[in-house]
């Protein structure tokens, strides 16, 4: 399975971006996808996952109601909304996938990087 994620950019305080993640393979609606971001210095966090179905989401709470991840299997998409955008958001943003059975995210993307000026 390739990740490719796209969408990245700057913005500005108080923007709003949507990042893409477009995956190959055929078993894309198997997978428990998620978006992870890295700041400079910072450790890696969870932003936002959807399980297979893409009826359930899950957010860290200091992210709910600002950001928003959704999926199309058939199109091997899942995408992340980001509204309400701040300089704490600059980060380089990754898109990951859970296998079935896997414990955690066994398959990467490159990063896109987001950028919020003040």
């Known amino acids: 399975v390739q990740l490719q994620a796209s969408g990245g950019g700057l913005v500005q305080h108080g923007g709003s971006l949507r990042l893409s993640c477009a995956a190959s393979g055929r078993i894309f609606g198997s997978f428990v996808m998620a978006w992870f971001r890295q700041a400079p210095g910072k450790e890696r966090e969870l932003v936002a996952s959807i399980d297979r179905s893409g009826k359930n989401t899950y957010y860290p709470d200091s992210l709910k109601g600002r950001f928003t991840i959704s999926r199309a299997n058939a199109k091997k998409t899942v995408d992340l909304q980001m509204n309400s955008l701040n300089p704490e958001d600059t980060a380089i943003y990754y898109c990951?996938?859970?296998?079935?059975?896997?414990?955690?995210?066994?398959?990467w993307g490159q990063g896109t990087q987001v950028t919020v000026s003040s």
């Open positions: 990951a996938a859970q296998p079935p059975g896997a414990t955690g995210y066994t398959y």
